[in-house]
């Protein structure tokens, strides 16, 4: 029991219970901005959001193709607002913050005669064996 105690409490556990709750309440809220707000603002535009009475029958046998567009549909909207909405906003926030760092040292340098990259700290290429300075 004391092994599993330690295997909930270790940090990684927690962080990732922490992250699927959040996912789950940020997918129901990107869902939300999705179904009410941008398919009727479409619906507005094109006259129906709905494409599941859409469909073509082979020999009895039913093809919905409106629910695969309704699908294809929610997916590229709910990607789309997730990009506009958080990726693209976290982006800038992030490029604003670095701004005034300074970039970190190098770690590698490139041969002056095969143009391999090589460590800093090298003084023969690993690649032709030329003197690197």
């Keep these: 029991m004391k092994g599993f105690k330690q295997f909930l409490m270790r940090g990684n556990v927690v962080d990732l219970a922490v992250a699927v709750v959040i996912g789950a309440a940020f997918g129901a809220v990107v869902t939300a901005l ?8 479409i619906a507005a535009a094109v006259g129906s959001p709905d494409f599941s009475g859409i469909y073509f029958t082979v020999n009895g046998s039913k093809f919905l193709i409106g629910e695969f567009a309704n699908a294809v549909l929610s997916f590229i909207l709910i990607a789309a607002a997730v990009y506009f909405f ?48």
């Design 34 to 41: 999705v179904k009410d707000l941008i398919t009727p603002l």
């Design 86 to 133: 958080v990726v693209l906003p976290l982006n800038s926030l992030m490029a604003r913050i670095r701004r005034g760092q300074a970039p970190p040292d190098p770690t590698t340098k490139t041969c002056p005669e095969c143009l391999s990259t090589i460590p800093i700290g090298a003084r023969r290429c690993a690649f032709c064996t030329a003197a690197v300075s």
